[in-house]
């Protein structure tokens, strides 16, 4: 028979093992099974739940939940798509659009990398496990795995949103352009 100091070290090393795996390994809870772009929902599985649940971006998107217990990259997509979603709405005019209840703040991440804040250009400004700060647009972030793994996925999801929304802003920045090449001259 085992020793009660024997039992009670091995549970306290098991469920900090468990509690390590879930904060800091981030083993997600939760994982994408569709995107139905046509219908704009989110097919989420999670663990011990046999069918996946549908739910819509607007729904995902306030859900701090779901949202902190997918992988960074996942989250990354669900931001993506509702970043495209929301600019539509915009573009739209349909006055038939929410505005986001969450709060991305960054004082409460648990990730290797940290945002520090948006350039005037829309690049993403962060700080990695050094102090050491980066520039990189959004859109990159997204598209190198590596680089989204290392964020808190709230953060990861803010940082699709960015992605997502960029495209807009690159429209209307075309558009302004045009006004700039015009040359003005002064009449008397």
């Known amino acids: 028979m085992m020793s009660y100091k024997i039992i009670k070290s091995l549970i306290y090393s098991l469920s900090e093992f468990i509690i390590s795996q879930i904060t800091n390994g981030r083993i997600p809870l939760c994982s994408i099974e569709e995107i139905d772009l046509t219908h704009r929902t989110v097919?989420?599985?999670c663990k011990g739940v046999r069918v996946p649940i549908k739910l819509t971006f607007d729904e995902v998107i306030n859900d701090y939940m779901i949202l902190s217990n997918l992988s960074p990259k996942h989250a990354s997509w669900v931001g993506y798509y509702y970043g495209k979603y929301y600019?539509?709405?915009i573009s739209q005019n349909t006055g038939h659009h929410d505005s986001l209840n969450f709060d991305f703040s960054t004082n409460a991440s648990s990730g290797k990398l940290n945002i520090l804040m948006l350039a005037r250009n829309s690049d993403l400004i962060y700080l990695d496990k050094n102090d050491k700060s980066h520039i990189i647009s959004p859109i990159k972030v997204v598209t190198q795995e590596n680089l989204i793994a290392g964020f808190d996925p709230i953060q990861a999801c803010y940082i699709g949103i960015?992605?997502?929304t960029s495209r807009?802003?690159?429209r209307k920045n075309e558009s302004h352009t045009s006004l700039?090449?015009?040359q003005l001259t002064l009449v008397k």
């Open 168 to 170: 807009s802003k690159k």
């Open 180 to 182: 700039h090449n015009v």
């Open 87 to 89: 600019t539509d709405l």
């Open 162 to 164: 960015l992605a997502g």
């Open 43 to 45: 097919a989420i599985h």
